[in-house]
């Protein structure tokens, strides 16, 4: 191979070979500054994705572990709730205890019931009062009035679903007492009091009337004038009625029967139902008359055991409302053994909604555990795409530095042969 002043080849393979082994150093240098063998997808396009996919799951770990967090921290705010409580039932029960003797007299009843009533008062503020967050826990509409669904994993199905609304609702009527309806009324053909809840539509049932042969009904809703049946007439009356709120305003349902009403041939059956006003209420209600069609005919028996009026239903009335431990004395020991026999049922009540809530908590907290062991899992794989092996990285800056001072020794001494074939001419 002959000299020559252009040849030039041997400088461009030292430059190449030098930008090579910058390249080398830049990379190794950003690794080493940065701790990532990673810096963007070209570096590694599969690792890269991998880590995204990881990362994303380690995020969504991190926030159902906060979650999972709050969701304790709520359920134990209601479990302390219940645990104060139940030392509150404890004492009541001892004071119904010892109301019970006979021992007692008055000023020592007095004094116990006072105590007690006090208690029974701060159990139901304990109930209706207790909050987390913005929001109530026992009351009706309260955080655990109704199906609780926790989010406890990254995914959609990653969920512990607690029900604690029933045991709730029973606490609540436990302590505060619970409206309730009696079973049965004095059946009558007439109806004196209609029941009904402000602003709410009321809905009362008539009793059946029957006759030996043929049945004149009246359908739900039922609010009756006075009509005369012939004997072979087929009636099919229809009739609004419209009043007022009727003085009773705690319940919504009233049932009256008129049971084995029977008409002597020829006589003229007549229903009626007559409504008492309370003018200082504004509710307006409608109910419509249906008798459903039948021909009365002949019958021979007069009509049984059926009282003319319906017995009023009244606030407070004690056939109508169920006493809850708000609402017991301990007046006389009657009502001090009737308030341990309710004491000793709310007791187990208590203890069964703790249970479920300490179910509850136990569970989170071993969702807990396996959330922080998968993230933990996530967090190893992907530090090891991602992170970069320092000394790899230093050895490889080294290596660089070398070749980059060969380089450019070589790519010198390649310009200095040009100028040596020069000096012979």
Known sequence: MGLSINDQSQAFIAAKALNKSQNMYNKSTSQLSTGLRILSAKDDAAGSQIAAGLNAAITGQNVALRNNSQSSAMLEAANGALAGSDGILNRMKELATQAANATNGAEDRAALNAEFKSLGEELQSTLEKTTFGD????????????????????????????????????????????????????????????????EEAIATKAGDVTTAEGDVKAAENVFQSAYVIAKGQTPTLTEDAYGKQATADSFTEAKAKALGLKWVSGSTPAVAAAGEVDTNTKVTFRQVVELVEKTVDTAKIAKADADSALQNIKDNDSRYRSEGIALLSLDDTAKAQEAITTLTKAIGSYSSVTASLAAGINRLGYSSDNLTNMRDGNMAAKDSIMNADAVAASTAQNTAMLLMNSGIKALSKNTQMGQMVAQLF
Do not use: C, H, W, Y
């Not at 994993?153 to 709730?168: M, N």
């Not at 505060?176 to 004196?192: C, F, L, Q, S, Y």
């Open 135 to 198: 929001g109530t826990l026992f009351a009706a509409g309260g955080k655990l009035d109704g199906r609780l669904t926790f989010q406890t994993g990254a995914s959609a199905t990653d969920v512990i679903e607690i029900d604690l609304s029933k045991g709730v609702k029973g606490l609540m009527e436990t302590v505060a007492g619970k409206a309730t309806v009696g079973d049965k009324n004095a059946p009558a053909n007439t109806i004196e009091n209609i029941v009904g809840l402000a």
